[in-house]
């Protein structure tokens, strides 16, 4: 593998849903970056590879986004074959398309390495379909932690008519559910809050719009989760036969 720049999804945290791409990255990579969320047990496949931390989750200490750029970018430039682990899939609020132009503007190779989203991972372990033909035709993927603070277009979102995924959504609950409700979605709509999806410490709490900020509250619902909402969240006879099968 020639020197470049591969950014890798790192899947939902189970390890066994890393890709066969991602793993044969990992193998040939000489530098690997990595993001909090990202499950450690996938670096088994990278023993030869220098790991450097590069944290980035909201709330908390994170590492420049200025300098995970810079410091791709000099690796790559000493001929290094560099991977940037990030959790889920590395273009769906992992900043991934932002950092591949960054890299080919600066003359770097850049592969994408697509990984399984949290969205779907933990809705499908819990027996949730986000698409069920008669009950929802599409999905909406959103994330409530914008950079400029901005508001989403709730109304949009309330009327869509799809199910609706949000992440990083636990510090903004009460936001969600008013701006849905204010937009028109029906207070008994159902919700499926879902923590550390794919994990074995994956948890689930069932609700509906009303009551998901009490029902949270009182199951101590932490991030990282996803929330899903819609009908299909609420369709316990499809979980049933999903949870059997599986």
Known sequence: MNAKVWLVGAGPGDPELLTLK???????AHVVMIDDLVNP???????????????????????????IQRLMLRHARQGRCVVRLKG?????????????????????EVEVVNGITAGLAGATQCGISLTSRGISRGVTLVTAHTQD???????????GGTTLVVYMGVARLEQIRQ???DGGMAP????AMIENASLPGQRECRSD?????????AFGLRSPAI????????NLEAHQRMAAAG
């Open 209 to 217: 719009l009303r009551g998901m900020l009490e029902d949270a509250r």
């Open 41 to 67: 047990a996938v670096l088994e496949h990278c023993p030869q590879a220098r790991v450097i931390a590069v944290g980035k989750r909201g709330g908390c200490r994170s590492t420049p986004q200025a300098f």
């Open 188 to 191: 008994g709509m159902p919700v």
């Open 149 to 159: 603070d901005s508001e989403l277009n709730w109304t949009a979102l309330a009327q």
């Open 227 to 234: 929330l899903v909402i819609g009908e299909v969240a609420g």
């Open 22 to 28: 991602a793993v044969r990255a990992l193998q040939q």
């Open 179 to 181: 701006g849905l409700l």
């Open 88 to 108: 889920g899939d590395p273009c769906i609020f992992g900043r991934g398309g932002e950092e591949a132009l960054w890299l080919q503007g600066h003359g770097i």
